[in-house]
């Protein structure tokens, strides 16, 4: 039964391929084992209860094969018919080319950039680890299953977040390595030379090596795998891309095009099909079936024990019940001091982690530096429970880490670092966005003020580039009631992300009362006048006081724009009521008038900065208060 079960998954893969003209057959071709025996005998999941928090997670981390996963979800009688088999690679289909996070149809995560799978499922296992310690082994006890290839591997990220996942000893891991040796462009051998085994066993991996054709190797492994619970674990299965093509298996051709009519013929005679591609046996389905049964009655057990222990455990009613409410308990008092927005927000963070379980977060090795530390323990493989996480060095990884903890269940993640380095962690940050999930990224040292370390740390197209990522909100507050607006929004189950930009250098407190809901639509008038108007955003807030005051004769209007991608001309129109308008921010000034409309004049930095004391800087580049005075006064002579 087994090889007619692979069977249909080979053939409604390259069938769904071939009648799209679009997509990689090749690798559910190859990987039709490994797939069905994972589905059959290990994934603990529900099609019933799609969204079971204890399920067990699956990440196909080689996204391009998504028709293996589309297959098996279809077989094992989750909401994927025949017809949207039919419809892979189309319009509006739930069968997009690479899959898309849809717990409703058992996508655990959106994958296609290589890499991001296999750092993101990293997170995933580190939710259940630490979910665990929390909430008990008898509430969150699954595994993290994945199918990673040889492209994953050679993505930096990979390395990255497998180094973690050994420091952290994730024994709940377990990704099998598609070891076919062919990418797009021919043999992997010609551009790696890696032993992928050394490499795992060396950084603290249990590592396995299989044929990936063989289901009883397989499972094998795969048991051995579940047994060692200190370390994560990789599966080498050697395997044959496109296998039971008789011209193309094995070679680079059948990795990202359809096999072609005459190719597809073959396969059929060499496979022994007749038929209807789209058409399968009942016992097809039936062999999936009493596995979701199996695990049907998990869950009924698993809800029995849950409700049993919210009636017999008081302590672990209160933890579960802030879990599920998805929602963040903020101080009632807190005092905000002349500091940098770093150091105001770090202290409020620290409070904010003392009242929330279920936040974690933590740095990529720049803690000392961010301020932004969520708890007084680290999470450790010895103290799972702690809510600060040490990501090390490693900036791409700690962002997928983040999106997988979010993409979990309700926590609430972040990770931090300088700025100028979210250009590390842009490709994570854009999936986040994809996926609709509350990933927070905290940067710090937001401008050239940061000073003597020069260009190479100091960010100056970053903010506008962040802001151009779709549905990712760019909040940069003063020193004032906006820093605490700013968390209190930053850890808000808004399902999309946020990054939330502080400064390095030390900023007056300033005094003026803000609603939460107006904070929220991005700009707002916070010192009126009628013959300027002058907009700001964050550090740059204090400058456009000091400017009014200065300009004492005339009348200026400052506007706050700690959201500034929330505004539009249609929004800003009520927000100026004067003949000119200048705009104040530390970094490159195009894209601002999109936002609000004509501008007299952007007061910006719009080349790379330089190595120098702050008060020098400001000089130089004419960002300082004599110089843009002088330039306003010029419009007003």
Not at 218 to 235: H, Q, R, V, Y
Not at 288 to 294: G, I
Not at 406 to 415: D, I, P, T, V
Not at 417 to 423: A, G, I, K, Q
């Given at each position: ?112 950039p290589?890499g ?12 259940e ?49 598609d ?5 797009i ?6 551009v ?18 299989v ?25 080498i ?22 096999l072609?009519?005459?190719e ?23 062999y ?7 695990d049907?009655n ?16 008081e302590?672990?009613?209160?933890l ?39 936040l ?45 903890l ?10 931090s ?7 590390y ?45 779709p ?20 850890f ?14 030390n ?5 003026f ?22 907009f700001?955003?964050?550090s ?8 009014k005051?200065n ?22 129109t ?8 200048f705009t ?40 300082n ?13």
């Open positions: 039964m087994f090889d007619k079960v692979t069977k249909s998954i080979r053939v409604i893969s390259a069938a769904a391929v071939e009648k799209a003209n679009s997509g990689h057959p090749g690798m559910p071709m190859g990987m039709a084992e490994v797939g069905t025996v994972l589905f059959k005998n290990f994934l603990n999941i529900s099609n019933k209860q799609p969204d079971w928090i204890n399920r067990d997670r699956f990440v196909l981390s080689a996204g391009h094969g998504s028709m293996l996963l589309y297959s098996l979800l279809h077989f094992n009688g989750f909401d994927i018919s025949s017809e949207d088999i039919k419809q892979f690679r189309q319009l509006n289909s739930k069968t997009a080319g690479h899959p898309e996070v849809d717990t409703s149809l058992g996508i655990d995560i959106t994958t296609g290589l991001q799978g296999f750092a993101t499922g990293v997170g995933l296992a580190l939710a680890s630490y979910l665990s310690d929390v909430l008990g082994g008898d509430i969150i006890n699954h595994y993290v299953y994945g199918i990673v290839s040889d492209g994953d591997l050679m993505e930096g990220i990979s390395f990255e977040a497998a180094e973690l996942a050994g420091v952290w000893k994730l024994g709940k891991l377990i990704y099998i390595f070891d076919n040796n062919i990418s462009d021919g043999s992997v051998d010609k790696s030379i890696t032993n992928q085994k050394n490499k795992f066993e060396s950084i603290g991996w249990h590592v396995l090596e044929d990936g054709h063989n289901e009883t190797e397989i499972k094998e492994a795969i048991n051995l795998s579940k047994e060692e619970k200190s370390k994560p674990s990789l599966i299965a050697k395997s044959t891309i496109g296998k039971f093509s008789p011209n193309k298996q094995n070679t680079s051709s059948i990795h990202g095009a359809p072609g009519a005459d597809m013929e073959l396969f059929l005679s060499e496979i022994k099909w007749e038929g209807d591609p789209f058409e399968h046996d009942d016992d097809i389905y039936e999936f079936a009493e596995k979701r049964r199996e049907e998990r869950y009924e057990q698993w809800i029995h024990n849950l409700n049993n222990k919210l009636e017999t455990d302590s672990f009613k209160i579960w019940e802030q879990f599920c409410s998805n929602e963040v308990i903020f101080p009632e008092n807190f005092e905000i001091k002349n500091s940098a927005t770093r150091v105001t927000g770090g202290e409020y963070l620290n409070l904010i982690g003392s009242l929330n379980k279920f974690i977060g933590g740095s990529a090795d720049l803690a000392a530096s961010t301020k932004q530390i969520v708890g007084d323990e680290n999470y450790t493989s010895e103290n799972r429970s702690g809510q600060n996480i040490e990501f090390g060095i490693r900036e791409h990884s700690m962002a997928a880490i983040v999106n997988g979010n993409l979990h269940s309700e926590l609430f993640a972040y990770g670092t300088f700025l100028v380095f979210s250009d962690m842009r490709p994570s940050i854009r999936l986040a966005s994809l996926m609709e999930i509350n990933s927070s990224f905290i940067f710090t040292h937001d401008s050239i003020y940061l000073g003597e370390d020069g260009p190479t740390h100091q960010p100056v197209e970053h903010l506008m580039s962040l802001r151009l990522i549905d990712l909100d760019v909040i940069r507050p003063s020193n004032s009631i906006e820093v605490l607006h700013s968390y209190r929004y930053l808000s189950n808004t399902k999309n992300p946020k990054v939330l930009s502080l400064s390095r250098q900023l007056e407190y300033l005094d009362s803000v609603e939460y809901e107006e904070f929220l639509n991005g700009g707002y008038v916070v010192s009126d006048g009628d013959e300027i108007t002058i700001a955003s964050g740059e807030l204090n400058l456009a006081f000091a400017l005051k300009l004492s004769e005339y009348s200026v209007r400052i506007v706050s724009v700690p959201i500034l991608n929330k505004l539009n001309p249609e929004k800003t009520h927000l100026k009521n004067s003949k000119l308008t104040l921010e530390l970094g490159r000034s195009i894209g601002w008038a999109d936002y609000i409309g004509h501008i007299t004049e952007s007061f910006s930095v719009e080349t790379f900065g330089k190595s120098a004391p702050k008060d020098d800087l400001g000089k130089f580049f004419n960002f208060l004599e110089s843009i005075e002088q330039k306003i006064r010029h419009y007003l002579d």
